[in-house]
């Protein structure tokens, strides 16, 4: 969902999560890992909320498309823009790793292109969150998902 922060005026996105489970850990030490890590290929998480009918996580507006839906419309990158991409996304994630942060569904529709070619990974710590959409897709899922153990770096990198 877009919106405006009505404090600044700036665009931010908001993805709505659904309630975690009574036995589920909190999520928000990791929301604050996350808010703290500075990666200039990772979409900034500025806010995260929760209540009892699920939570909030508020980021930077990215200005562009899905890499799935580009490559949907598009077709193949050429060479050198999907080492760019890849490129972006792999710093991103070795950012994250270094904060003790997992992706845990790192597909094609979490990174987000600018018209200039630029990328960020979005969705950080969601893949994680029980029931959350956007959970691995298929195609993209590592071993240890099918077998529904928790994800980790290596899980990242599949």
Do not use: C
Not at 20 to 40: L, N, Q, V
Not at 83 to 110: E, F, I, Q, S
């Amino acid at each position: 969902m877009l919106a405006v922060r009505e404090s600044t005026g700036t665009p931010v996105a908001i993805r709505y999560l659904p309630p975690r489970p009574a036995a589920a850990p909190g999520f928000g030490s990791e929301a604050r890992r996350i808010a703290a890590i500075d990666a200039p290929g990772l979409v900034r998480l500025e806010e995260f909320a929760e209540s009892p009918q699920g939570a909030a996580l508020v980021s930077e507006l990215v200005n562009g498309i899905s890499l799935e839906r580009l490559i949907r419309a598009e077709g193949r990158l050429a060479a050198e823009a999907a080492l760019t991409v890849l490129k972006a996304t792999l710093l991103a994630l070795g950012a994250a790793h270094r904060a003790g942060v997992v992706h845990g569904a790192v597909g094609p529709g979490d990174v987000l292109v600018a018209g200039d070619g630029s990328s960020k990974l979005a969705g950080l710590g969601v893949g994680a969150w029980p029931g959350a959409p956007g959970a691995a897709p298929d195609g993209y899922r590592a071993p240890e998902l099918w077998r529904g153990e928790r994800p980790d770096t290596a899980t990242d990198l599949f």
